[in-house]
Each structure stands twice: as C-alpha cells, then as structure tokens.
C-alpha cells in the first residue's frame, strides 16, 4: 500500500471530519491527488481533486461548498476538510494519486489515477 488514508468515523449530521492520506515510502508532491468514494454495491465516485500545486481544485456537485481538498507538499500530505455532512456522505473514501507527474488538470476519472490507498470509513447518522 502506498497511500495511506485515515481520519474517517462516525459522525453526526451536520458535523465535520477531516480525512488524511499519507503516502507511504513515495512522494506524490508533484502528482495530481483526488479523493474518491464508494458504497457498497456502487462503483466508486470522485470527491475532489488538487494539482500538485493546489490550484483550481475540482469538486463534485453534491459536495461543493461543504468540502475542502488541499496539500501540504513540504509534508507530503494530502487533505479532505468535510463540513456539514449529510447521511449521503457515508461511505468508504479513497485517496489516489496519478502516476505522471507535474500535470495541470485535476481529474475526476478514477481511471486518471494510478495508486489507490486503503480507504478509511466515514458513517453520518441521522
């Protein structure tokens, strides 16, 4: 594994949770970086994705004003601020990273991505 994503848990609506990826023995500093997620039964869906400079992040619709994507390239981490969640947010939530580097686009495609961390469960209860 060489993504590592953690900081998902059980939460209230309404509440927040900030996830984690951590890369594991490689630097993704100059990759572009997502964060996907996937229920059970469905195929995995994009979140949000950030340049490997942070500019122009790319959201999903249900999730834009309420999430936040960033990357701290000196730590080589990458960041998923979720406010106001909803019951619709639980799901399991995947970091990824592309192969090449130093692209400019923030892609929403799973099939963009290249290394895929373990997921990390985030459940809203009602």
């Known amino acids: 594994v060489q993504l590592q994503a953690s900081g998902g848990g059980l939460v209230q609506t309404g509440g927040s949770l900030r996830l984690t990826c951590a890369p594991a023995?490689?630097?993704?500093?100059?990759?572009?970086m997502g964060w996907f997620r996937q229920v059970p039964g469905e195929e995995r869906k994009f979140v949000a994705a950030i340049t490997w400079t942070g500019a122009t992040p790319k959201y999903a619709e249900s999730v834009k004003g309420r999430f936040t994507i960033s990357r701290d390239n000196v730590k080589n981490m990458l960041y998923l601020q979720m406010n106001d969640l909803k019951s619709e947010d639980t799901a399991v939530y995947f970091c990824?990273?592309?192969?090449?580097?130093?692209?400019?686009?923030?892609?929403?495609?799973?099939?963009?991505?290249?290394?895929w961390g373990q997921g990390t469960q985030v459940t809203v209860s009602s």
């Open positions: 023995g490689s630097s993704f500093s100059r990759n572009v």
């Open positions: 990824a990273a592309k192969g090449s580097r130093y692209s400019s686009a923030a892609y929403r495609g799973t099939h963009e991505y290249d290394v």
